[in-house]
């Protein structure tokens, strides 16, 4: 019963991810698989966002930024230093995550809109940098060379295999984000979200807390770079820093409701779902970006605690579940 | 000598530069200033005052700086618009909600702007002569537009001290629940400021058509100069953001004389953090 109420949370979401890894398989259309592809990845980056977002309270509004370093840095080792896939995006994350923890005890003093302001400013240094950076391909990037498949059994295998590892690591996503939610450190950071100066007076240390947060939430958003630009075969600075992509992030999270461990993966869900649908419909195509405008208008205006936050409010019997 | 050359050129069309980008950042920090939302709809409204003078230029054959005033109009009608519709509602909501509504207004407007202008670029095919100032030649279009920002920067200032909706704008920065005790109608005066800031944004749009090419994206680089020059000069003091937008069109004259200009992003980018970490009140001081 004790293990029931503990991870009860986590079965919707990872029967969410599940569905979502063997649907192109049963179907077996490739296009399935590449829409597939994208949602995963949106997932695992919206519930990365959330730890720092919906659990901590502090609006990062460059969070892309870890996506982009991270999947320079991998394919920098795949290209130049020969490095295997994997190696490559351990050190993608790990080149996050120090990113992070350097950038994180300098910027997470700020508070409110002065920290999505710096973020916002190191999104953008950083694309600046890199465009400028020549180890990096300054602004024509990295291609990978095509014999690269080889070794993960020809491009179409390699196509298959960054799927299942795009489901592994929106499934890791998604198991972090629910321990840090139920753990004592995530008691912490939920502190810190509703008062940090009282947190503090009850002995939570906040800038420690702070910087774990923003080095947590940034460690999948760099596998996931790699992977994705590894599959992609390039990286140019302009695909690697997209500031809109980072405010999408947002909008997934507060779609879905932030704080929850269910929320941001519905919200990746539905965001990506309802984008695909805008894009390819003869009415819509040409305003999507107005729809979508003028859908997250009215979410925030009126259901500000998103779908999961409503639900949850509106239905107490469902919380255990919907966690 | 030939770098001091290149700095005689470029300096005086940076400073020239700086007055319309401060003008623009004006508008950005007025409205954090007195409500502390950061208006992400500014990039937009900025494209939109753009296509206003392009439009009325290649239609009508209107001067550009007569089809200010119209600009301006719009910008103030837009302004309440907004305010009304998208701000007033998250004014005292998380800094999320008040992020996210007026992201959702720029993207309104991009994508409706999209759809009917497409993301090409436009042009405005105005001239006003030049001047020459010995070994320095001034272009009349940059140095008009310095002229109206600075006059546009002096009406605010007469507007905000002298003027009584100006005070009461003041009042309610400074304190909106005193402010409405005293029987000052501060949704009113909310909606005002807002409409002061897109304004000044809709009209440095207007000014920066005479000059350069821009897109419908175009407001979006201009959105993160503000952003720059907004913290520079204290985010909420508009008269800081005037030296704010000359110090970064200074440094846009000056960087290229020694590095190649893709390096002036890195640089401005990077003085943006810095300043925020040590100095958060800007270089002339925020409010309060």
Excluded: C
């Amino acid at each position: 019963m004790k293990l029931w109420h503990r991870y009860s949370g986590l079965i919707l979401p990872i029967l969410v991810v599940a569905a979502l890894a063997i649907w192109p398989t049963i179907t077996g259309k490739a296009a399935n698989r590449e829409s597939a592809f994208t949602i995963l990845k949106a997932v695992a980056l919206a519930s990365s966002l959330n730890i720092l977002l919906g659990y901590t309270g502090y609006v990062s509004f460059g969070h892309i930024v870890f996506y982009g370093f991270g999947g320079y840095v991998g394919l920098y080792l795949l290209t130049e230093q020969e490095w295997s896939l994997w190696n490559a995006m351990l050190a993608g994350g790990l080149a996050s995550g120090i990113l992070a923890f350097l950038l994180g005890t300098a910027i997470l003093r700020l508070r409110g809109a002065y920290f999505a302001l710096a973020t916002i400013g190191i999104n953008e240094a950083m694309k600046a940098f890199i465009n400028n950076f020549d180890l990096f391909g300054g602004p024509t990037g990295i291609t990978l060379n095509f014999s690269v498949y080889k070794l993960y059994g020809g491009a179409a295998q390699a196509l298959q295999t960054s799927f299942y590892i795009a489901a592994g690591l929106a499934f890791l996503a998604i198991l972090l984000s629910h321990f840090v939610r139920t753990s004592k450190f995530g008691l912490g950071l939920l502190a810190i979200r509703e008062n940090e100066d009282a947190a503090e007076v009850m002995g939570v240390f906040a800038p420690n807390a702070k910087t774990w947060a923003y080095v947590f939430s940034a460690i999948i958003p760099g596998m996931i770079g790699v992977l994705f630009f590894f599959k992609n075969g390039n990286v140019e600075p302009h695909d690697a820093f997209p500031l809109h992509a980072s405010i999408e992030l947002l909008v997934m999270v507060m779609l879905g409701g932030q704080g929850t461990v269910l929320g941001p993966i519905l919200g990746a869900f539905a965001y990506q779902g309802m984008r695909g649908y805008l894009v390819t419909s003869d009415f819509f195509k040409d305003i999507q970006l107005s729809v979508s405008g003028a859908l997250l208008l009215m979410i925030v205006l009126f259901i500000p605690a998103g779908a999961i936050g409503w639900l949850r409010h509106r239905v107490p019997t469902l919380r255990r579940v919907l966690a | 000598m030939q770098q001091i050359n290149l700095l005689l050129t470029s300096l005086p069309d940076g400073i020239l530069l700086g007055f319309v980008y401060g003008l623009a950042a004006m508008g950005l920090t007025l409205i954090w200033g007195v409500m502390n939302v950061i208006n992400l709809a500014h990039g937009p409204i900025i494209a939109l005052g753009m296509f206003g003078t392009f439009f009325m230029f290649s239609r009508t054959g209107l001067n550009p700086y007569v089809s200010l005033i119209p600009i301006a109009i719009f910008g103030l009608l837009i302004g309440i618009l907004i305010y009304t519709v998208a701000v007033h509602r998250v004014i005292n909501a998380p800094h999320l909600s008040s992020l996210l509504a007026t992201f959702s207004v720029n993207m309104i407007i991009i994508g409706l702007g999209t759809a009917i202008l497409t993301t090409s670029p436009y042009n405005v095919d105005f001239t006003a002569g030049s001047f020459k100032l010995g070994s320095i030649t001034l272009l009349g279009t940059r140095l008009i537009a310095a002229l109206v920002a600075m006059l546009f920067t002096g009406g605010l200032y007469l507007f905000l001290y002298r003027t009584r909706p100006g005070k009461f704008i003041r009042a309610v920065a400074n304190n909106r629940a005193a402010a409405e005790l005293m029987g000052i109608p501060s949704t009113r005066i909310l909606a005002l400021s807002f409409a002061l800031g897109t304004m000044l944004a809709a009209v440095s749009g207007a000014l920066i058509a005479t000059f350069f090419p821009f897109s419908i994206l175009a407001g979006g680089s201009y959105e993160l100069k503000s952003f720059v020059i907004g913290v520079l000069g204290g985010l909420g003091n508009p008269i800081g953001a005037l030296f704010g937008g000359l110090i970064l069109g200074m440094l846009e004259g000056i960087i290229p004389a020694f590095l190649e200009s893709s390096w002036v992003p890195v640089i401005e980018f990077g003085l943006f953090v810095v300043i925020l970490l040590v100095r958060p009140s800007g270089l002339f001081g925020a409010k309060q």
